[in-house]
């Protein structure tokens, strides 16, 4: 309150303001005493006010209006230093991060002062102090963290340069999360910290300017000279367009001297047969490693890592992973492995202050579709925009909301008051149920199924909709699924479903090459279920009917993968259609039955 208080007078200088606010803390001694604060607590009070004053001399002009409130309930983990310096909570935390970054750009010899006139032909980039609040999955705080950050998007274009850099897909993860499960084996994980900087920058003409809110005091208290702006950039600077591949590179080099070999489908997942003939593996998200490996692997896999890169840390139980929190089970019928996105939506819910829904609800009612259509009223586009986007990323994890978000997410252009309603309800049945997700189980089964479905005409466009999953076994949860609008209109029911069976087996071939990479040998097709025979009759046609001859060609792909034995499809009733939850909203019994697949 007291800090508050003094961000209440904006009109006045940041000099002006941190004087008010040391004689308010002054005046205030009076007031803790009579409210029964102990000594330490009023020690603790001033040494954060006096803190504070240090920071509100480094606050800019240009910034007044943020000034006036901070609130103990951040909206966003990220934040640039002016807004860290000023956090109601972790400024402190926040402050030293800051601090700790430029010391390790000292120490790892990233930036080269630069003293006079720049050469010709240097690149003079922007930069930035990006700090973060990093948050366990579970919703709890971890730590803070800060990043220079070099501004890359002001690059001038280089045709020469190669940018593009691999990070693991969701589809292999989640394989290796499901292998686990079958192994019986837990996840580990390791993060190499500072990773760009271990890595030398290729072209020796890119500086950057130092950010105009990183204070002098802050520079000299972490080695540098006070005055100096430009500096050479030496090292792969995070937010530059090589660093992510250049230390790809390095990172790849590395693993293939330990033996470890990266997957041609996936580049970053690797693959290593150990002393007793089973296949190990390790996915990489940047410098963030899933390892899935017996303890002497571990051990060796840690060591070369530790050779090269001086900061590696090693969990041994992965907990959370890209956000996922991963939660381990010993059962009767072995290990389960549980996923889920409990901290995102616990913490999204809370800060939108969104509560349970009704007991009962579901994510979408049909008939609401029917009145969006009617409403021409006109909703906040950025506003939908934004809750459809969390309600896609939490989709990775919750198949349960995936059609009803898919149905929602086409009307980002021009939404409705009635269209933003049903994504908030969507989030109010979140709400009420957060601990859902996806649960892997030791199913005995090393063979991939996938069952396939589509609704035609189910969109007002008369477009039809596409749902699919993948899985191991029938008792598997699927590690990949889609809910999807269909591109064409479809002329018949049988059509849709053809459009239905293109998606899915494209993403049956990726996972049947990315499987075979990590060792695994196929004995015969994969199995797909769907539920119109029709459709599956001429998945086994060589030639074209009257009814299949106007059809786009690429769906003539499907029958090659038939007869070149990768692909089985066989019916299945609607009843025991897995997939038809994802083609349409549902409610009652039918959503329950859809959900628990």
């Known amino acids: 309150g007291i800090v508050n208080n003094a961000r209440m007078i904006d009109h006045r200088s940041p000099e002006e303001r941190g004087s008010a606010l040391l004689t308010r803390v002054n005046e205030g001694h009076t007031h803790k005493r009579n409210f029964g604060w102990t000594q330490e607590e009023m020690n603790f009070a001033d040494e954060f006010a006096n803190e504070y004053l240090i920071h509100a001399v480094m606050i800019e002009e240009e910034d007044k209006t943020d000034a006036v409130h901070v609130s103990l309930k951040t909206s966003r983990a990220e934040m640039n230093l002016n807004k860290a310096l000023r956090h109601a909570k972790y400024a402190k935390q926040l402050y030293t991060s800051a601090v700790d970054e430029l010391k390790k750009m000292q120490i790892k010899r990233a930036l080269r002062e630069w003293v006079g006139e720049l050469p010709e032909g240097a690149i003079v980039l922007p930069s930035r102090m990006l700090c973060v609040l990093k948050m366990l999955a579970d919703g709890e705080f971890d730590k803070a963290k800060s990043r220079l950050v070099g501004g890359g998007h002001r690059d001038p274009y280089n045709p020469d340069l190669q ?134 692997s571990k051990k060796e896999l840690m060591e070369l890592l530790r050779n090269r890169f001086e900061e590696v840390k090693y ?187 293109f998606a899915c087996v494209r993403y049956v071939m990726f996972i049947r090459q990315l499987m075979e990479d990590m060792g695994h040998t196929f004995t015969g097709p994969t199995i797909v279920y769907e539920d119109n025979k029709s459709a599956i009759f001429m998945t086994g046609q060589y030639h074209a009917t009257q009814h299949s001859r106007h059809m786009d060609r690429r769906y003539k792909w499907i029958n090659e993968m038939v007869r070149l034995g990768n692909i089985k499809f066989e019916f299945t009733p609607t009843t025991e259609q897995k997939a038809d939850g994802l083609t349409k909203p549902m409610v009652g019994k039918q959503f329950l039955t859809a959900r628990n697949y």
């Open 315 to 501: 969990e041994e139980e992965a907990k959370s992973y890209l956000g996922y929190n991963l939660e381990y089970k010993n059962t009767e019928q072995g290990l389960e492995i549980k996923v889920n996105q409990y901290g995102f939506a616990k913490n999204y819910c809370e800060e939108h202050g969104i509560s349970a829904g009704k007991p009962g609800c579901v994510p979408m009612k049909p008939e609401m579709l029917e009145k969006a259509d009617k409403d021409t009223s006109r909703a906040d586009q950025k506003e939908f925009a934004s809750v459809i986007g969390a309600l896609m990323h939490l989709c990775k994890s919750r198949l349960d909301i995936m059609t009803a978000t898919a149905y929602l997410s086409q009307h980002q252009k021009e939404p409705s008051e009635t269209h933003l309603s049903m994504a908030r309800g969507i989030w109010e049945y979140v709400a009420g149920t957060l601990e859902l997700g996806l649960t892997f189980r030791n199913t005995n089964k090393e063979e991939m199924i996938g069952y396939c479905d589509a609704s035609w005409h189910s969109h007002e466009s008369a477009h039809g909709h596409t749902g699919f999953y993948l899985a191991f076994g029938q008792n598997g949860k699927p590690f990949y699924a889609a809910s999807k609008k269909q591109t064409m209109i479809a002329l018949s029911s049988a059509e849709a479903e053809i459009m239905a069976m």
């Open 163 to 296: 940018t593009a850099s691999p990070v693991a897909t969701d589809a292999s993860i989640k394989v290796m999360i499901s292998r686990a499960a079958v192994r019986g084996w837990k996840l580990s994980l390791a993060d190499v910290g500072s990773a760009y900087l271990e890595i030398d920058q290729p072209r020796e003409n890119v500086f950057i300017e130092m950010p105009r809110d990183v204070p002098a005091a802050m520079l000299e208290e972490a080695g540098f000279t006070p005055g100096v702006r430009y500096f050479q950039v030496t090292k792969c600077l995070y937010g530059l367009r090589e660093s992510g591949l250049e230390f790809y590179k390095e990172l790849r080099r590395v693993l293939e001297l330990g033996g470890w070999i990266a997957s041609e489908i996936d580049p970053c997942v690797f693959v290593k047969e150990n002393t007793q003939g089973e296949k190990e593996y390790v996915a990489t998200f940047v410098d963030d490693l899933l390892i899935l490996a017996r303890d002497e």
